[in-house]
């Protein structure tokens, strides 16, 4: 499968969305990734459901909702009204991890977690059937603009023949200091979806810095 590119909305423009919007929708990038922080969680706080509404009306593409949020049960089938066709929950946010991906699953939406970077892979052993997507978290999670952590690579790795061992076709998704510099590698090592923010929106030609992103790899069969 080709390799699939979500531009984080967290660094659009805010006093101009729908231009940011049209943009993304005018490129080659597949998904919106929509980053919800609460404060508690973490210790930023960002979008709530009515401004995914907003977000959804102008999207034509799919919107990949991150929450970044305490208790994230509370709020998944609003998150799934307001438009979100994938929703990732925090693996430390969730004591009954297992029933709230059954819940996300009853919405109809795809089903991820996220790991924050000191959480292994390991702790995936019993929940990968059934699994959309994997969430690794390349930054301490809660604010755009951060330093990728190399330690991400190899986790990459690991996950990936987690997955192929058990042939569950979930894809790894790759979120935080992500840009052309660490593109190649990550997709090397077994990622499937790579989420920029920065490298996307504060780029000089965010449209084409999508298609370098979504270019890398052409022709090349990654082993
Ligand atoms: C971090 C968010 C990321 C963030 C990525 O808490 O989950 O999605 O927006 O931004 P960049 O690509 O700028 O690191
Ligand atoms: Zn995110």
Redesign the pocket.
């Known amino acids: 499968m080709k390799h699939l590119i979500a531009p ?1 909305v ?1 660094a659009a423009d805010f006093t101009n969305l729908r231009k940011d919007f049209e943009m993304v929708n005018s490129s080659t990038a597949d998904w919106f ?1 929509i ?1 919800i922080m609460d404060g508690t969680f973490v210790p930023n706080i960002s979008f709530g459901m009515d401004i995914v509404k907003t977000m959804h009306s102008m999207a034509e593409k799919p919107l990949d909702v ?1 929450m ?1 949020v305490a208790q994230p049960e509370r709020y998944i089938e609003q998150f799934r009204e307001a438009g979100a066709e994938v929703i990732t929950v925090h693996y430390e946010a969730c004591p009954h991890i297992h029933r709230t991906l059954q819940q996300i699953k009853a919405t109809g939406a795809k089903a991820g977690i996220a790991l924050n970077p000191g959480t292994p892979v390991s702790v995936l052993e019993d929940l990968l059937e059934g699994l959309d997507l994997v ?1 690794l978290m390349s930054v301490n ?1 809660g604010f755009g603009g951060q330093k990728f952590i190399y330690q991400t690579l190899e986790k990459t790795r690991k996950l990936k023949n987690m997955i192929t061992v058990r042939n569950t076709g979930t894809l790894i998704e790759i ?2 200091g992500v840009g052309l510099q660490n593109a190649e590698v990550l997709l090397k090592a077994g990622a499937d979806v790579l ?1 920029a923010g920065s490298a996307v929106f504060k780029s000089k030609d965010p449209v084409d810095t999508i298609k370098r992103l979504k270019g890398i790899g052409k022709d090349t069969v990654y082993v």
Do not use: A, N, T
């Open positions: 984080s967290l990734h980053d991150h970044m969430c999670p979120d935080g989420v």
